[in-house]
């Protein structure tokens, strides 16, 4: 019973050998904290180049179709900014739910229910002047992406429930919820049997920029990001934010209250969401109607990520999807499956984590099992 | 265990195929033959530190070889390289002479060589045999338990070591499950077994039990290698030692050459200096009356049974006991973390039983908890917003719903300066400081809020001797100010030093509460192993004790 | 009247293991793939790739067999991508999940356009087991399937066997628990973690593969209709447990055919609220399965999602 092991060759001895070491560096150079996410926006781009290749498409064609049609017109540009407002306000709701290592991927569901809400208020009183209107319409968008936040907010709190399932089954029901309404009691019944309902009154659309479809929701975008900023890094809450989803046993040792910090961030991350929402209906569609996000609040969770939750680089990681979107859209034309879009932005995310790490680790090529000295070591890049 | 080896011992079944391989490596010389395992030169890089400086140590057959050194002397370096677990950056390793690579703990297992860490590596959740047979080639796919189990129960009690191998881990005490890490090295044939401060975790007289079972495996012809920083431990259970100081190996003497100052000083390096400031006036008023408190554990299980304990102004009140004993629980429910089922605990007179952690820090509560870096700390968050992690909420840190930027830096940049914290910045992470340091800082940041109780749990577990006695200093002058501390430890020296009134814990309950004119380290080690009580308990619940 | 309620049980029961298969398969494999201690979020998307990979094949070469095989090796190699983000650069389990999610959701948007409602030559048709499948109600619900549902049944029995009376089996749950005990008894930590999360990903692209080729045989964007993040609810609620899994896969697909039969009968409830039916019923076991083994932590290897360092 004892023996087996012995068996097994007491000297593998002294041969030689190379091997693969993946280490940690001590502490990340400056140089290559600035160029991992470069090289990994480029290396995700080989990626999908390669991938598109391999399925029969010339990728430096479609990449040239794509960047012009998000960025190579005055049309693409303001449908980048229209698609980019959504992505900005959800990202920047998550975001914050993210600090907390809180997973709300539900900013999809979010975005319907405050969609639903600021619908209902602008059907419900279309006589309202827009004054009092569209503030009501935002109040109503807000509550009610916050309140579908609180419903596995609760449990979370309460129970420990894992809130990535709750929040994502969520999106589920608020898209067949709004699908119920526009089908069926809410439906245009001069709308040729599509999926929509009437169109708002004039009082209930959001002001534009010029003759653009830019509208104020912009605003809200830029203006969440700067106050989650500033709330995040100078106020006590902000603090409780950050401790907490850095070391839950040390908020609790510092007397944080953490079901209520869980509570009270997932209605802000549900509220900022459900404001992208309310700008969808009351900017854009100027009605509500199937489909009213293409995955907006799934987009979000990459573009937050890939900005490393930093409210800065959030506004500029929305454009840049925006514009991938539109570029998406804009390829379909060709014939080129518009889902390339959702592909590369997993793809991107993917490289610029994979990136990220190769930046805080090295790879060294290592010789092992020879005698003293002989300990010589390669270091790749 | 060669013929050659001037013990002369009896040959196991396993160490002949040990012999055997040493006899076909063409062993040259003698003196070589004797050596059980030879390490030359060993070199071992961390990121930023020299672990291991050309260590050169030798293992003879049969013998109990102590590794001496401080924490940090590179002594777990040195033998998690011997146990396949780390690979040396230079130097080679001999085992019974022939050169080997232990690129992976199953290499050092075939050669023979392995380890008890002081962590122990048992899966908790799975049966003692299970915890024997993981990792092993044989038998390949499927697995017999009932015969696993006859086995392991055969040879364990081959050595004295009582094991049930049906028991979960986690069912056992920390001394059973350092007899299973043993039995599960014996039962893959290891004659050279490592052992990481084995008796930091036990009583005094489960050290001596397990120094009977060393014994009696040196018997047996096997060797063994003992990690300690104890020179009494060295003293009465090692054949030789190895001392090793700052990653090199300082000097290798026979017991009968050494003596416990000539060990220190080689250790050390410098003149120990053990003074601990005087004794200061005579104690206040009580600040702490915990009366029979109970309460929970993690799983669920009583923990704390009727603790009864007062702590005065000016004083420290020391808890002894082996881990697991209920300390870490009574600090909790002290602070906070953890609800109390019965009793109450009142701090100057009021009831704080089951406050939320917030209430009892405002009412003047310092905690340092055992996980420092995982409790006390936000290892990634930079050092001023560590400092202000209970400070964050009133003037002058807080301005309104706002954190006055400034005010939170001076507070940090004082105490960094008052309490000699050694930082390269004050918006640097607090992971890159080193344990010495980010533990003044904990402690300067706990006595900064002028607590009127300070709970102190393993302050100074893994520091180094110097930042240990800044530690130390740092409670003494607590107390002269007035401070009411309840020092946890597992280390009887250092109560042994600081502590005016020592509490010993058992099971959940107190045994017994002896005075500093009244220590006994006998008597404290019988109650930590659960088998006495103190006659002149102050705090302890008469109706409590163990009969 | 009591024959037609008879009837209806029996296809509720029959159409609850059919709809519960595809969860099933992706549970075990995210069971193997958690008990080596790596959460695996990518299920939907790589349910998705497994679907759209196993029609193309088998409407290319009329093999389903071929079929089912090119799903395992796309769903495998997702996992793979996802073990070596998490396993070798350690990087954050969950983000890596979602990350490959959405990767997985738009590579079979993208390669499925082509077939987008083209008929399959081929798909998998109910066998009935001589003898087996005359057993009143029971018969029909278990043994007049497909050849996938049978090998599911052999599936969750080998997985019982290797996970409580094998080494390699023990060793994998060691991996789970306690990474550096297993490492310091010579168990290949990395390589355990790369073997099972790519397994687990094979098993999930199987399961996207019955979507597409026995379910409901056809390519439609979307199809899994958050299946994937199903079976990970179901892994909790089976306490990591494959037979368990089997329970909970069938129960959920239960509630999915009850949903559409009571629509089929002409009920007056609307449809969506039908729909919405399986995603509530999930949140609902989820808070109840995490109520009950509150601060125990029942079966979750206890390593689980966290990235192994030696150190």
């Keep these: 019973m004892t023996d087996d092991a012995r068996k097994v060759t007491v000297g593998a001895a002294a041969r030689p050998r190379w091997s693969i070491r993946v280490e940690k560096r001590p502490e990340i150079s400056p140089f290559w904290r600035a160029m991992a996410p470069v090289a990994s926006i480029v290396m995700a781009l080989v990626f999908g180049g390669v991938f598109l290749q391999l399925t029969g498409y010339d990728p430096f064609e479609v990449y040239s179709l794509m960047f012009k049609g998000a960025f190579g017109s005055r049309y693409g540009l303001i449908e980048t900014v229209v698609k980019a407002t959504p992505i ?55 509550v009610a992406g916050g309140l579908w936040a609180l419903l596995p907010a609760l449990p979370r709190a309460i129970w420990g429930v894992n809130e990535i399932i709750t929040t994502l089954m969520l999106n589920y029901v608020a898209i ?173 995310l993917f490289f610029v984590l994979g990136g990220e790490a190769l930046a805080r680790y090295r790879v060294r090529f290592v010789r092992v099992g020879v005698g003293k000295g002989a300990v010589s070591q390669a270091e790749a890049k | 265990m060669l013929s050659g080896s001037s013990t002369g011992v009896s040959v196991d079944a396993g160490a002949g195929t040990a012999a055997a391989a040493a006899a076909n490596a063409g062993v040259d010389a003698d003196a070589d033959a004797a050596y059980v395992v030879e390490m030359r030169d060993i070199t071992k890089r961390f990121p930023g530190v020299l672990a291991n400086d050309r260590i050169s140590f030798q293992v003879r057959a049969g013998e109990v070889h102590a590794l001496l050194g401080e924490n940090g002397a590179g002594k777990s370096t040195l033998m998690n390289i011997l146990s396949g677990l780390y690979r040396p950056d230079g130097g080679e390793i001999l085992v019974r002479g022939r050169r080997v690579h232990l690129g992976s703990p199953r290499h050092a297992i075939a050669a023979g060589i392995g380890m008890v860490h002081q962590h122990f590596r048992l899966v908790q959740s799975f049966t003692v045999a299970q915890n024997v047979t993981l990792g092993m080639s044989k038998p390949r796919f499927v697995l017999n338990m009932r015969a696993i189990e006859d086995d392991v129960a055969r040879l364990s009690s081959s050595y004295g070591l009582q094991t049930d191998p049906r028991a979960k881990i986690w069912q056992l005490s920390v001394g059973e499950q350092q007899r299973v890490e043993i039995v599960k090295m014996l039962y893959r044939g290891a004659d050279v077994l490592i052992l990481d401060e084995p008796t930091a975790v036990l009583t005094p007289q489960e050290a001596r039990d397990l120094f009977t079972t060393l014994n009696r495996m040196k018997q047996a012809g096997r060797s063994i290698i003992f990690i300690t920083h104890k020179l009494d431990e060295v003293m009465e259970v090692a054949d030789r030692v190895t001392v090793l100081r700052d990653g090199r190996a300082i000097a290798t003497l026979d017991r009968k050459d050494a003596t416990p100052g000539l060990l220190a000083s080689l250790m050390v390096g410098r003149e120990v200096g053990g003074a601990v400031p005087g004794k200061k006036a005579a104690c206040g008023d009580c600040v702490l009356r915990i009366s029979s408190v109970s309460a929970l554990g993690d799983r669920g299980t009583l923990s704390l ?110 105490l960094v300066r008052r309490f000699q914290v050694k930082a390269a910045g004050l918006d640097r992470p607090i992971r890159l400081l080193s344990g010495g340091n980010s533990q003044k800082l904990l402690l300067a940041r706990e006595i900064s809020a002028n607590p009127g109780l300070l709970v102190a749990v393993h302050p100074t577990r893994g520091l180094d001797i110097g930042a240990a006695e800044a530690i130390h200093h740092v409670l003494i002058e607590q107390r002269n100010r007035g401070v009411a501390i309840l020092l946890i430890s597992e280390d009887l020296e250092e109560l042994a030093a600081l502590a005016d009134r020592v509490a010993v814990m058992f099971a959940g309950r107190v045994m017994g509460v002896l005075r500093r004119d009244e220590w006994d380290i006998e008597r404290i080690g019988l109650m930590m192993a659960g088998s006495a009580t103190a006659d002149t308990g102050h705090g302890a619940d008469k109706g409590d004790r163990v009969s | 009247m009591e024959q037609t309620a008879m009837a209806f049980v029996t296809s509720v029961l029959s159409a609850a293991v059919a709809a519960g298969t595809p969860i099933l398969y992706a549970a075990l494999g995210e069971v193997l793939t958690e008990r080596s201690g790596i959460l695996n979020l990518s299920l939907e998307g790589t349910m998705l790739v497994g679907a759209v990979s196993g029609f193309l094949v088998a409407v290319r070469t009329g093999n389903l067999v071929a079929g089912v095989a090119a799903a395992a090796v796309a769903g495998g190699l997702i996992a793979a991508l996802h073990a070596f983000l998490t396993v070798t650069l350690k990087v954050n389990q969950v983000v890596s999940g979602l990350s490959l999610t959405l990767f997985g959701t738009g590579v079979s948007g993208y390669l499925g356009k082509p077939v987008i409602g083209v008929p399959t030559p081929v798909s998998f048709k109910p066998v009935a087991v001589p003898a087996l499948a005359r057993i009143p109600i029971l018969g029909d619900m278990l043994f007049n399937q497909d050849l996938l549902v049978y090998a599911s049944y052999v599936l969750v029995a080998a997985l019982w066997l290797f996970f409580y009376r094998t080494r390699p089996g023990l060793h994998m749950q060691s991996v789970g628990e306690s990474p550096e005990t297993a490492d310091a008894l010579g168990i290949n930590v990395f390589a355990t973690r790369y073997a099972y999360t790519i397994i687990g ?60 039969r009571i629509q089929v009968l002409g009920a007056i409830i609307p449809s969506f609220f039908l729909k919405m039916m399986p995603y509530v019923f999930t949140i609902a076991v989820l808070i109840f399965a995490t109520a009950r083994s509150r601060n125990y932590r029942i079966g979750a290897p206890a390593a689980l999602g966290l990235p192994y360092e030696r150190e």
């Excluded at chain 1, 067949?176 to 040729?192: E, M, N, S």
């Excluded at chain 3, 999930?204 to 199809?223: H, K, N, V």
């Design chain 1, 176 to 348: 067949y919820w709004v699908d119920y309404l526009v089908y069926g009691p809410w439906k245009d019944p001069k709308g040729f049997n599509f999926p929509l309902t009437p169109q708002f009154s004039q009082a209930a659309w959001l002001p534009c920029l010029g003759t653009t479809r830019i509208h104020l929701g912009l605003t809200f975008g830029l203006a969440a990001a700067v106050a989650v900023s500033i709330m995040l890094s100078r106020t006590r809450w902000g603090y409780e934010i950050r401790v907490i989803g850095e070391n839950p046993a040390a908020a609790r040792y510092a007397g944080m209250d953490i079901p209520r910090n869980i509570v009270l961030v997932m209605l802000l991350s549900g509220a900022i969401a459900g404001i992208a929402g309310m700008g969808e209906v009351a900017g854009i569609t100027h009605r509500l109607q199937h489909g009213i996000s293409p995955g907006y609040g799934y987009t979000a969770i990459i573009v937050a990520w890939l900005a490393k939750l930093n409210p800065a680089g959030i506004v500029i990681a929305s454009f840049l999807f925006g514009g991938l979107l539109v570029a998406g859209y804009a390829v379909q034309i060709f014939g080129i499956p518009a889902d390339i879009a959702t592909m590369l932005q997993g793809s991107l």
């Design chain 3, 201 to 260: 990903g094979m098993l999930t692209g199987i399961g996207g593969a019955y979507l597409s080729l026995a379910y409901a045989p056809s390519w439609i964007e979307y199809m899994t209709a958050g299946r994937g993040w199903i079976a990970i609810a179901l892994v909790i609620f089976a306490i990591w447990n494959p037979l368990r899994a089997v329970l909970g896969a069938y129960l959920f697909g239960g509630v999915d055919a009850l949903g559409f």
């Design chain 1, 88 to 142: 900005l306000l959800a990202t920047i709701g998550v975001s914050v739910a993210f600090r907390m290592l809180l997973w709300n991927i539900g900013a999809e569901g979010q975005i319907y229910m405050g969609a639903f809400a600021a619908s209902w208020v602008a059907l419900s009183f279309p006589d309202w002047p827009p004054l009092m209107l569209i503030p009501a319409m935002f109040i109503a968008g807000a």
């Design chain 2, 305 to 414: 049974r009727s603790v009864s304990l007062e702590v005065a102004a000016g004083e420290i009140v020391g808890i002894a006991g082996v881990a697991g004993n209920g300390q870490r629980e009574l600090a909790e429910v002290i602070t906070g973390l953890r609800r109390v089922q019965e009793g109450r605990i009142l701090l100057r007179g009021a009831d704080i039983t089951n406050r939320t952690p917030l209430e009892i820090i405002r009412c003047g509560v310092g905690h340092i908890p055992e996980d420092r870096l995982g409790t006390g700390m936000v290892p990634n968050l930079s050092i001023v917003d560590n400092v202000i992690l209970k400070s964050y909420r009133s003037r002058p840190v807080a301005r309104g719903p706002f954190i006055h930027a400034k005010a939170a830096r001076e507070h940090a940049d004082n």
